[in-house]
T-cell receptor, first 113, second 107 residues
Framework: DVKVTQSSRYLVKRTGEKVFLECVQD?????MFWYRQDPGLGLRLIYF???????EKGDIPEGYSVSREKKERFSLILESASTNQTSMYLC????????????FGPGTRLLVL | GIQVEQSPPDLILQEGANSTLRCNFS?????LQWFHQNPWGQLINLFY???GTKQNGRLSATTVATERYSLLYISSSQTTDSGVYFC?????????FGQGTELSVKP
């Protein structure tokens, strides 16, 4: 069965802190994605990766960076957290970029105070 | 880029009622997916439906690609159907999501 896990369900951080969100998939998928979800805005793509050590910017990459050192793990980094980064963060993976569906993790609700 | 719009934004149903959710997209697509996000935040794949009709139990979906819309039908709704329903199209490997329809099914 497909499984995507995220390191935390809930996280509270202070403004200016460095924040790491971890995502792991066990399906040997090539592609991994980070989204944020905000009320009324749906899901917006932050970054994605189609191979180890490769990354591409999504629609809203500002204030974020990513790391993919191993195929199964994709990390989202908030270098200096700000209150406007309070959101729900969702990780996903897929075997290909074209027609295959994406499989989502349970999400991390981040609150930045 | 492609725009994806969903309607209605909110829907309240009595248990047992039927409903139709709509997804419009602004350009031709060769794939479309429907997801359900449960109240705990988990996104669950419902259908991958670039065209035609598919059914899975009480849920079914129809996509008319030439007219740029897709419909999700929920019959005999249950409280466990509550949550947010998203449609998304794949453009160059990236999913473009609609804003979602928030469904609340009352007992």
């Amino acid at each position: 069965d497909v499984k995507v896990t995220q390191s935390s369900r809930y996280l509270v951080k202070r403004t200016g802190e460095k924040v790491f969100l971890e995502c792991v998939q066990d399906m040997d998928h090539e592609n991994m994605f980070w989204y944020r979800q905000d009320p009324g805005l749906g899901l917006r793509l932050i970054y994605f990766s189609y191979d180890v050590k490769m990354k591409e910017k999504g629609d809203i990459p500002e204030g974020y960076s990513v790391s993919r050192e191993k195929k199964e793990r994709f990390s989202l980094i908030l270098e200096s957290a700000s209150t406007n980064q309070t959101s729900m963060y969702l990780c996903a993976s897929s075997p290909g970029l074209t027609v295959e569906t994406q499989y989502f993790g349970p999400g991390t609700r981040l609150l930045v105070l | 880029g492609i725009q994806v719009e969903q309607s209605p934004p909110d829907l309240i149903l009595q248990e047992g009622a039927n409903s139709t959710l709509r997804c419009n997209f602004s350009d031709s697509v060769n794939n479309l997916q429907w997801f359900h996000q449960n109240p705990w935040g988990q996104l669950i794949n419902l259908f991958y439906i670039p065209s035609g009709t598919k059914q899975n139990g009480r849920l079914s979906a129809t996509t008319v690609a030439t007219e740029r819309y897709s419909l999700l039908y929920i019959s005999s709704s249950q409280t466990t159907d509550s949550g947010v329903y998203f449609c998304a199209v794949n453009q160059g490997g990236k999913l473009i999501f609609g804003q979602g329809t928030e469904l609340s099914v009352k007992p």
